[in-house]
């Protein structure tokens, strides 16, 4: 074999192999959660603390994170989309790259978070929901969702 023949077979090697190594499949993760926010007081509530997690090739971590932050986001805007329905929707289950994810009632877990702070509990108060995620690079996002009123017979 002549030595133009063998350099240009290792190099063809070494670049399949370098291509395959950094086409390997990695994972990165993103926060997520619900942020209750009451527009008289600035006063701020946390529902709940997740994560979601994005596959990708190595050579692309920022692509795992944004699709962790839109697995996240996606989770809280079809659960508030379904919130009648009361149960977790299947894009906030392991299967849909989102872990951790604990509320079944959506609609129940904001009066109850609202009515512990005490918004709504003398007079109608309206909150805001947000949907925020945050992590490294890519992840930080924050979408209003909805506004919500609180009134007093929920919280009795």
Known sequence: MNLRRFSAIISGLFIATTF??????????CNGKYEIRNPNTGGKVTL???VAKGTCGSVVPNRCRIRAKD????CMQIHWD?????KKPEHCQPGAR??????TDLKRR???????VGWGTRTKVT????????GKTKCG???FIHNYEILPKMCK
């Open 20 to 29: 395959t190594l950094d086409a390997a499949a990695i994972e990165r993760s």
């Open 48 to 50: 709940e603390v997740f």
């Open 71 to 74: 697995a996240a986001h996606k």
């Open 82 to 86: 379904t919130r009648w329905e009361r």
């Open 98 to 103: 989102v872990h951790s994810y604990s509320i």
């Open 110 to 116: 904001i009066e109850e978070k609202a009515c512990a």
């Open 127 to 134: 909150i805001k929901l947000f949907a925020i995620t945050s």
């Open 141 to 143: 996002s924050t979408k």
